[in-house]
């Protein structure tokens, strides 16, 4: 156990649990069974196990942390909630607590809610076996690199910590009609009696980056990071970077798109101390300032990207963002796939890659083709080997369909003009069909508005956006145009109390009456204001004329020319007549109806009768002339 070699432990674990008869020495055994099953990353039955400790009052608290973990793995995330809250009430200054909660109602959001990526299984490459950590080995993406602990490996000797055989790194090939070849070694360049595995290729394919773990007696003496040269399609020249002494565990190298930035891993001292104190496995540099100098110092990449928890697998992307696994971000379960990309001021953003790419259980080892979201990644989401998997983004597709309807009569028109403006400076137009409807293609990340003009009525316009969309979407609109020919209500007009002063609230309506009177330029208006019955006729007519008078002055003063309003007051001598959106919206009046002083004294419920005067209560327009210049 205190060599590493997990899977060799828990037979010997359980065999002691046997001969041992004190309670509390039980207990301690089926924890560092547990223990062995979540290193050798076995979730179900580590969350067996560490039920079992806590059914056996195992003392520890960190048997309730842990196994909130492997039920977090398992993707019980509602029991996983149970055992973070019971793991912060025993430690409640331990963060993990907390943060086991939020990731568990985040990974609930991101099922629920999944990016665009699609995730398929890659049958044809993965074994029994652990099949991991692919990376692209020439240009056309037609090759690819995978580490593999399958049958076919050099190293025969089985990994103590896996109980599976010793890593080689293997390579497959597609061929026309798309599909992979068998999977078949490197050449005993790179592939030794050895662990090999965790490749990384430079942008030009020449040279080949990997992690050689040796062992001696059983003994791991550590892992170095190997470089290996390209000549005539063999690898050559395999030589150490030489990065720190051999004992020291130095993998997973990832070279940046320039070849003068190399990732890596490590736990070497100055690594972020995990909540035990001991390093975690950190992600490193070293760096050169041209391919002829030597490599530098190792550095510590820090803060936000390190974590006292593991980071690992690190990609460069070409367009300079640094991906990596970490258990110590908030994820979804095991490690989790992390985007890092630096702002203009130096900081490194770090986001999530969500479900599908996400599980959870551990995914990790991403690679990318340098101009498509589409790439492959590792993860054990199927069972407990390393799987390979493939994803892509496919590209984004958004649609409108609109109809054109009479605002009047809710009737669609037939042949309306509608116009589609989009940011990117693109203006498509067409025609409403027989049942008043048009579609359009929308671009991603584009605004939109959508003009329809139809004779006989004003222009109207809606707007949609395809900006922050992740997803495809199909969009549905409806434009409502006003015919010229009836008196329009401009609606959400107020005025305080026998006052003409237009209050705060109704400046959003009129800007919107502003906008219409842009959008038809050729038009003139009178805005008419009327009251309801109560009151002095003469002081309601008086009151009315003030009011509209108030309303073509914020007009005007929106830059509305002022030989295109007139102001006229009707007090209380034309009643409203109930249209459609009245009766909708009142049904005991109806449609028709015209809501005089006698029509409202037949109405007998007093919040109805105050219904009635509140829709006499109104401020309209009609269009006087279409010919304005």
């Known amino acids: 156990y205190n060599a590493g070699e997990y899977y060799k432990a828990i037979d010997l674990f359980k065999e002691a649990y046997e001969r041992i008869t004190d309670k509390k020495e039980k207990s301690r055994i089926i924890f560092h069974v547990a223990e062995c099953y979540r290193r050798t990353n076995s979730p179900?039955?580590?969350?067996?196990?560490?039920?079992?400790?806590?059914?056996?009052?195992?003392?520890?608290?960190?048997?309730?942390?842990?196994?909130?973990?492997?039920?977090?793995?398992?993707?019980?995330?509602?029991?996983?909630?149970?055992?973070?809250?019971?793991?912060?009430?025993?430690?409640?200054?331990?963060?993990?607590?907390?943060?086991?909660?939020?990731?568990?109602?985040?990974?609930?959001?991101?099922?629920?809610?999944?990016?665009g990526y699609t995730v398929t299984e890659q049958r044809f490459i993965n074994s029994r076996q652990n099949d991991f950590s692919p990376t692209f080995a020439r240009e056309d993406y037609r090759v690819l690199y995978f580490t593999s602990s399958r049958e076919e490996t050099i190293g025969k000797k089985e990994h103590g910590a896996t109980g599976q055989s010793f890593s080689d790194i293997f390579t497959t090939t597609m061929d026309r009609k798309g599909k992979w070849s068998s999977p078949v070694p490197l050449s005993e360049e790179i592939n030794t009696e050895f662990e090999e595995g965790a490749a990384a290729i430079n942008s030009s394919f020449s040279t080949l980056y990997f992690t050689r773990c040796q062992v001696s007696n059983n003994k791991t003496l550590g892992c170095a990071i190997y470089e290996a040269v390209r000549k005539n399609d063999e690898w050559t020249r395999v030589k150490s970077l030489n990065i720190a002494d051999d004992s020291v565990l130095i993998a997973h190298p990832a070279i940046s798109n320039d070849e003068l930035t190399l990732y890596f891993v490590s736990d070497m001292e100055g690594s972020i101390p995990g909540p035990d104190g001991k390093s975690?496995?950190?992600?490193?540099?070293?760096?050169?300032?041209?391919?002829?100098?030597?490599?530098?110092?190792?550095?510590?990449?820090?803060?936000?990207?390190?974590?006292?928890g593991t980071e690992a697998f690190p990609y460069c992307h070409a367009d300079g963002s640094l991906y990596f696994s970490s258990n110590g971000h908030i994820g979804m379960g095991g490690l989790d796939i992390f985007r890092a990309s630096q702002g203009a001021d130096g900081q490194w953003q770090i986001e999530n890659m969500k479900h599908p790419v996400n599980s959870s259980s551990d995914d990790f080892g991403i690679c990318f083709e340098?101009?498509?979201?589409?790439?492959?990644?590792?993860?054990?989401?199927?069972?407990?080997t390393d799987d390979i998997y493939a994803f892509l983004l496919p590209p984004l597709k958004f649609n409108i369909t609109g109809i054109v309807k009479d605002e009047k009569t809710d009737q669609p028109l037939v042949g309306a003009n509608v116009k589609s403006i989009g940011s990117d400076g693109l203006t498509l137009e067409t025609n409403t069909t027989d049942d008043g409807s048009f579609k359009f293609m929308l671009k991603p990340g584009t605004d939109y508005v959508f003009l329809a003009?139809?004779?006989?009525?004003?222009?109207?316009?809606?707007?949609?956006?395809?900006?922050?969309?992740?997803?495809?979407?199909?969009?549905?609109?409806?434009?409502?145009?006003?015919?010229?020919?009836?008196?329009?209500?401009?609606?959400?007009?107020?005025?305080?109390?026998?006052?003409?002063?237009?209050?705060?609230?109704?400046?959003?309506?009129?800007?919107?009456?502003?906008?219409?009177?842009?959008?038809?330029?050729?038009?003139?208006?009178?805005?008419?204001s009327h009251t309801d019955a109560r009151g002095n006729d003469e002081f309601n007519l008086d009151l009315s004329q003030q009011r509209a008078q108030s309303v073509v002055n914020y007009l005007i003063s929106k830059q509305i020319a002022a030989d295109r309003l007139v102001a006229k007051g009707y007090g209380e001598t034309q009643p409203k007549v109930v249209d459609r959106r009245d009766h909708e919206a009142y049904p005991f009046l109806n449609e028709g109806q015209i809501i005089t002083e006698d029509f409202i004294g037949t109405i007998e419920d007093e919040d109805l009768q105050e219904v009635a005067h509140f829709l006499n209560r109104r401020t309209e327009f009609k269009v006087l002339r279409t010919d304005y210049e």
């Open 44 to 115: 179900r039955r580590a969350a067996l196990w560490y039920s079992k400790a806590i059914n056996k009052d195992y003392d520890d608290p960190l048997a309730h942390l842990y196994y909130a973990d492997m039920l977090k793995m398992n993707g019980e995330y509602e029991e996983a909630k149970v055992q973070y809250n019971a793991y912060k009430e025993l430690v409640p200054a331990d963060e993990r607590g907390a943060d086991g909660v939020k990731s568990c109602d985040l990974a609930l959001e991101w099922i629920e809610y999944p990016s």
């Open 370 to 384: 340098s101009n498509r979201e589409a790439g492959f990644f590792s993860s054990t989401r199927k069972g407990r």
């Open 453 to 528: 003009k139809q004779e006989g009525y004003l222009q109207g316009k809606e707007r949609e956006t395809t900006k922050n969309l992740e997803q495809s979407s199909d969009f549905t609109t409806t434009i409502y145009l006003a015919p010229i020919d009836k008196p329009i209500t401009v609606e959400n007009i107020f005025f305080d109390f026998a006052s003409a002063d237009l209050r705060p609230e109704s400046m959003v309506a009129l800007d919107k009456l502003v906008e219409t009177l842009n959008d038809n330029p050729n038009i003139t208006i009178e805005l008419s």
């Open 280 to 308: 975690s496995s950190d992600i490193w540099k070293i760096t050169r300032s041209s391919m002829s100098d030597d490599w530098g110092e190792p550095v510590n990449v820090g803060e936000p990207i390190n974590t006292a």
